[in-house]
């Protein structure tokens, strides 16, 4: 070791040594006001972001969320007025604890029957549960993921070990709609048809895609290791197709789009307006060509009614702003893209036709908001608005105004 090596490690000992041997010790060289704040930061999370969660109900005059009552933990499911303010609790704690049971249930999620009397509750641990209004009353029902109540709100849609299942709330039968034998195969993205006689969802099948192996952090001593399957930037990624099925599960017809080999990627999947004609969003490989399809499950038959393609992307945030609704009671649909170089708000037709760019200029729309159509035949929406209107189209663009809104185009194509 030479002579300058041993004089750093010499100088940097004495260092490392000062404070042990200072009489002061680190923490109490934090002012008292400086060690509040971090405590409030690190320990109680007095600054953390509180997240807001609610659900708006189907007539707009209120909105459902989850509250915990003061000095609990569980939540329990209340409603407030639009209008007023006013707070109602609608599934209290002492209604979500089931008999024989010493504390109330956790719930993680909530739907409401089509006709408003029942609501179905996910809970934590606890399976799925349906709440009556008009009897107080508080039953279990067969239920799993992306549990979902029909539209006449007799049965519920779920999955479980990667298959769909239907379950009949009155003879409490449950229905195996699909059969997968291979854990590689999922079916999921499951929605009624507005009739209720149908399924549609999508089905992954990951066979094709490598494994590899990741740490699971359990004994740091004795790691484990997990084998999943992951898609690396050129590889085979998970194959898609678009199916349907009866409620009954007697019959599942596969919609027939193209399918390159080197596959793609499924945006918005739902019914068109009706339960004839499902619509299926399609995103190439790379993202560079976008199509919307409207399928007949009847007669199979599949009709292209949008493409766009563009070299570098055709639409960021993706996943945030994909998809279309529909308006004009389906003739219609509005939908964002960046086709003329700013993400934009378009209106076409039902058969492809562009009708109207309803946001000009150069900016983009952040995202889109909700469709305020009820001015439409049942007169105004607002002030100066007349019952020939088309309605209001709600978007988010700006950090100086956030929240903005257009008009839409009536029937006849007048703003």
Known sequence: MTARRIVLTISLASVIAIP?????????????????????????????????????????????????????????????????????????????????????????????APDGGRVLLQTRGNGVWMFEWATSTLKRVDGGGGNTISPDGTRILFTRDGDLHVHDLATTETARLTHTTAQSVSNGRATWSPDGNHVAFVQSDASGVRMRSMLVPTDPSYPELREVRFARVGETITRLRVGVVDAEGREVRWISIPSPTEGFYLGQVSWAGNSEELLVEQFSRFRDERDFFIANVSTGEVKRIYHESDPAWVI?????NAGLEWIRGGDSFLFLTEKDGWRHSYVYSRDGREERLLTPGPSDVMERGPVDERGVGGGPVDAGSSDEDGGWFYFFASPDNATQRLPLPGPAGRV
């Open 20 to 112: 042990a041997l200072s009489p002061t010790s680190a923490s109490a060289q934090v002012p008292p006001a400086t060690e509040s704040r971090l405590r409030s930061i690190f320990e109680s999370g007095d600054f953390n972001a509180r997240s807001f969660q609610a659900t708006w109900l189907p007539d707009g005059s209120g909105y459902t969320t989850l509250e915990s009552p003061p000095g609990a933990s569980a939540r329990e499911l209340v409603r407030y007025d639009a209008a007023s303010g006013d707070r109602t609790v609608l599934v209290s704690l002492a209604h979500l604890t089931p008999a024989g049971a010493s504390e109330p249930m956790r719930i993680s999620g909530h739907q409401f």
């Open 316 to 320: 960021a945030s993706y996943r945030l």
